[in-house]
């Protein structure tokens, strides 16, 4: 092997992907196994990672599992990870990806609910459990895995509004009242900043086990979305364009991989330049 295969190979390790099911998920468990790992997709079973994972083994090779369970049960994770390590024995990568991610610019004008005065606090509990504190749970059951092997990476997935405000701007919908106008949900930030709380945390907290623990902060992917609402986010971005779903791939096998193993407590910006402006 060259030196760029040694940094960026995987072959042998075990990746957990969380919200693996889901859209950039999926990708980012690609990569991993492209480069050699065996990924275990974690998803609630209403997003099937069982065929998602059979579809990804079919493409890349290695043998992948797929487990339906919730993020925001221990209980779950625990017997998650007991699965995990009945049938590869290791956990080596740990992508805490999965969060509640609700379409803003899908929103119905009259039906304001994401707005701070409305913003129910259920949602509020909701989307924390899933994008913080099932990050919290999940770093704490697979990354003692790590901490047993004397190595490991945690990789949080953030968001560009982990490092700036939402636009919101973005969301307005023409002829609805300013009390009625959609914008992005409070809790979207507070997950997606306090997972950066979360990473410098545990980089410090298990550097002498050899855990590595970083995030990324990915921009908007290209899904869909209305002309109205792309429109005015390229003309945020310098690069003028959203990201393709497999683009952050690259980023990805950085961070889980020995090419960054001097890296830990960063988060790495990766959104068009967005956030310099
Ligand atoms: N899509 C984007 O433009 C974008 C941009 C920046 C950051 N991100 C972040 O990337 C990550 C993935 O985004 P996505 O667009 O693929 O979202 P997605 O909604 O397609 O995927 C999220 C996955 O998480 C799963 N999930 C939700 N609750 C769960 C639970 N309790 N237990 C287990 N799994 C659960 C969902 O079933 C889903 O498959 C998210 O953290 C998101 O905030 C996305």
Redesign the pocket.
Known sequence: MNRVQTLFDLSGRVAIV??G?????YHHGAILAAAGAHVVL???A??NPALRAEQLQMAHGPECLGLA????DEASIVEAKDAVMAKFGRVDILIN?????PKVEDQKPGQPWSRLENFPLETWNGDIA??LT?AFLCSRVFGQEMVKRGKGVILN?A??LAVIAPDQRLYRKDGVAEEEQPVKPVTYSVV?TALLGLTRYLSTYWVANGVRVNAIS????F?GQPDEFTVKLHSLIPMARMAEKDEYQGAILFLCSDASSYMTGQNLIVDGGRSVL
């Open positions: 969380t919200g099911a889901g859209l950039l998920g974690l998803d609630l209403v997003a369970m919730d993020i925001t990806n999965a969060a509640n991610n899933v994008g099932g997935i968001s560009d997606k990915p921009g908007g992917v899904n």
